[in-house]
């Protein structure tokens, strides 16, 4: 009887790399005794049945795979298969390992990266566009915050590999750093770590404030006018 074997198990799999390497082994049970099995040509495959790599056992019973990562399939949960044909001496077997494929999620202003933002008031909502991405292309999940110090001052899912946050928070001076957070809606995604960027501002422009410069000359115009009248009427 023919036994196949990861090993290591391949458990979890990071996709970052350009590579991933498989080891396989192949052990032959007779009478008892467990023996390496060379010269057993191996096929490895996904859960698709899609053959990643193929090659034949060494004196060691061992075969060493090297996959291209973009082979592999997308992140997520999934599973790799060794199998052996078959021949007249050894019978034909499989085994199979379930997965996780995982990578790693970074995060991208293309609007700072360019210097292509403007001051903006932060009390009236900064809007600010996150590309969100890996080594296999633009991330369709999750969410993004945006920190100032310990407060959340923004959030949005991610939709097509972008978050479209507007940023709110009170602050002074021309600009404020901005601390951008992946937050994965599945263990697969890894965030890579968190974006810090300057976020240019102003402070609120005349027009602005008008509404309230108006409250108050009408209360006080009210005030006033309660005087006078107060006033007229004492004999």
Known sequence: ALVLRFDPVPRIVALDAPQVVFEAAALVEDDGTTQAKAGLALVLANEKNEELA?????????????????????????????????????????????????????????????????????????????????????????????????????????????????????????????????????????PLGDKVVSVPIREPGILSKLPILLGGLAMLAFFLVGRVASNANKP
């Open 54 to 190: 193929r090659g034949t056992t060494d004196a060691s019973g061992r075969r060493t795979f090297v996959v291209d990562t973009l082979k592999l399939g997308p992140p997520g949960p999934g599973a790799f298969t060794l199998s052996f044909a078959g021949d007249a001496q050894t019978a034909f077997a499989t085994h199979s390992a379930e997965t996780e494929r995982r990578v790693k999620v970074s995060l991208r202003v293309p609007a700072a990266e360019q210097g292509a933002q403007r001051a903006q008031v932060p009390e009236d909502g900064i809007a600010l566009a996150v590309d969100v991405a890996s080594v296999m292309g633009p991330v369709g999940e999750g969410a993004v915050e945006a920190h100032v110090g310990n407060a959340v001052v923004g959030a949005a899912p991610v939709e097509h590999g972008v978050a479209r946050l507007t940023l709110t928070f009170r602050a002074q001076g021309s600009e404020t750093a901005v601390r951008l957070r992946y937050v994965p809606s599945a263990p697969w995604y890894e």
